[in-house]
């Protein structure tokens, strides 16, 4: 297995995480050795101009394989998957495509000699057993959602293919991830992505969750920061591989309204939990990342204030150009 990412494929590269991920390493590793690819074709206009896009089904392993060979690719960012509100919906689906491209992944990981793989998990991998304060790197991992189940056997098999094939195989536990680039995809935490975009389009906001829940989060710069850190860090370093605890801030949906309102006084919020409320109930209201601190030097640069100011700011801007919503 080689050291070095060059060539190196991002699926999912449509979505939240993906569109930012996506501009980051083209940035840092030149445009033309990005392949951005997604199920959904890209839209005119779109970041992908600047670089390679090919559409790809990752339940399809020999499309995968075709386009890693076609390209040349060392080392892949595996994004694409079935959000926790969305996978609920269709159990199955959310195991065929999170699951079944896992297994894809590496089983073409292994049989191509790639240099890194990078596979997301989740803060959904623990069920409402997991201790719900400061929730400890090792505990117990009993997921109640169907994005859960399949985020936990994800790094299991990752881990697995560690140990078995020498594979290096990485992966953060993902806390909600806030954004003003790309509108939500279906999770759990979007109530704290869309609760900005409503501030600044309409003044008000439908929660789908509780006032007083509480769940981790994190602004989108710290979460590419960390996700190519965790890249970069020498395997050597790592003791843990692909269930990292990536922490940063919790706060409550309440506390985050009070936020707002600091900048905009008059907004409202009507809170009317719906089904996404029982997954949310599962998962815990704070996480420690003291593994990913010590091994691969995490530290998070954005808090509550910080990030709502920024939010705010960006997504004026935007409306003022008529893009909130692009």
């Given at each position: 297995?080689?050291?070095?990412?060059?060539?190196?494929?991002?699926?999912?590269?449509?979505?939240?995480?993906?569109?930012?991920?996506?501009a980051a390493l083209r940035k840092k590793y030149g445009a033309d050795n990005v392949v951005a690819s997604d199920v959904r074709p890209a839209p005119e206009n779109h970041f992908t101009i600047d670089g390679?896009?090919?559409?790809?089904?990752?339940?399809?392993?020999?499309?995968?394989?075709?386009?890693?060979?076609?390209?040349?690719?060392?080392?892949?960012?595996?994004?694409?998957?079935?959000?926790?509100?969305?996978?609920?919906?269709?159990?199955?689906?959310?195991?065929?495509?999170?699951?079944?491209?896992?297994?894809?992944?590496?089983?073409?990981?292994?049989?191509?000699?790639?240099?890194?793989?990078?596979?997301?998990?989740?803060?959904?991998?623990?069920?409402?057993?997991?201790?719900?304060?400061?929730?400890?790197?090792?505990?117990?991992?009993?997921?109640?959602?169907?994005?859960?189940?399949?985020?936990?056997?994800?790094?299991?098999?990752?881990?697995?293919?560690?140990?078995?094939?020498?594979?290096?195989?990485?992966?953060?536990?993902?806390?909600?991830?806030?954004?003003?680039?790309?509108?939500?995809?279906?999770?759990?935490?979007?109530?704290?992505?869309?609760?900005?975009?409503?501030?600044?389009?309409?003044?008000?906001?439908?929660?789908?969750?509780?006032?007083?829940?509480?769940?981790?989060?994190?602004?989108?710069?710290?979460?590419?920061?960390?996700?190519?850190?965790?890249?970069?860090?020498?395997?050597?370093?790592?003791?843990?591989?692909?269930?990292?605890?990536?922490?940063?801030?919790?706060?409550?949906?309440?506390?985050?309204?009070?936020?707002?309102?600091?900048?905009?006084?008059?907004?409202?919020?009507?809170y009317e939990p719906d089904y996404r409320q029982k997954i949310a109930d599962s998962w815990p209201a704070s996480i420690d990342d003291v593994c990913a601190r010590e091994e691969w030097g995490w530290e998070?640069?954005?808090?509550?204030?910080?990030?709502?100011?920024?939010?705010?700011?960006?997504?004026?801007?935007?409306?003022?150009?008529?893009?909130?919503?692009?």
């Amino acid at each position: 297995m080689g050291t070095t990412m060059q060539r190196i494929l991002v699926t999912g590269a449509l979505g939240q995480i993906g569109t930012d991920l996506t501009a980051a390493l083209r940035k840092k590793y030149g445009a033309d050795n990005v392949v951005a690819s997604d199920v959904r074709p890209a839209p005119e206009n779109h970041f992908t101009i600047d670089g390679p896009f090919v559409q790809l089904d990752v339940t399809s392993s020999d499309a995968i394989e075709r386009i890693l060979r076609n390209h040349q690719i060392d080392s892949v960012f595996h994004l694409a998957a079935l959000l926790s509100a969305v996978g609920e919906k269709n159990p199955q689906a959310c195991w065929d495509v999170n699951m079944g491209g896992v297994m894809h992944m590496l089983n073409l990981g292994v049989k191509l000699e790639l240099n890194r793989l990078i596979i997301p998990s989740s803060i959904a991998v623990w069920g409402p057993d997991a201790p719900k304060d400061n929730t400890p790197q090792e505990t117990c991992l009993q997921p109640t959602s169907m994005y859960g189940v399949t985020k936990v056997c994800g790094e299991l098999v990752c881990d697995y293919y560690v140990n078995k094939f020498g594979l290096d195989v990485r992966g953060l536990r993902y806390p909600g991830i806030i954004s003003y680039e790309t509108l939500p995809g279906g999770g759990t935490t979007d109530y704290a992505v869309a609760i900005y975009y409503d501030a600044v389009d309409k003044g008000s906001y439908n929660c789908f969750v509780k006032e007083d829940t509480r769940l981790p989060m994190m602004y989108m710069p710290d979460t590419i920061s960390g996700t190519i850190q965790l890249a970069e860090a020498p395997f050597e370093n790592l003791k843990h591989h692909s269930n990292f605890n990536m922490g940063s801030m919790s706060f409550t949906a309440g506390e985050l309204a009070a936020e707002i309102r600091k900048h905009m006084p008059d907004f409202t919020v009507r809170y009317e939990p719906d089904y996404r409320q029982k997954i949310a109930d599962s998962w815990p209201a704070s996480i420690d990342d003291v593994c990913a601190r010590e091994e691969w030097g995490w530290e998070p640069k954005w808090d509550l204030a910080a990030m709502t100011k920024d939010m705010l700011e960006k997504l004026q801007a935007r409306k003022d150009a008529g893009t909130l919503y692009r």
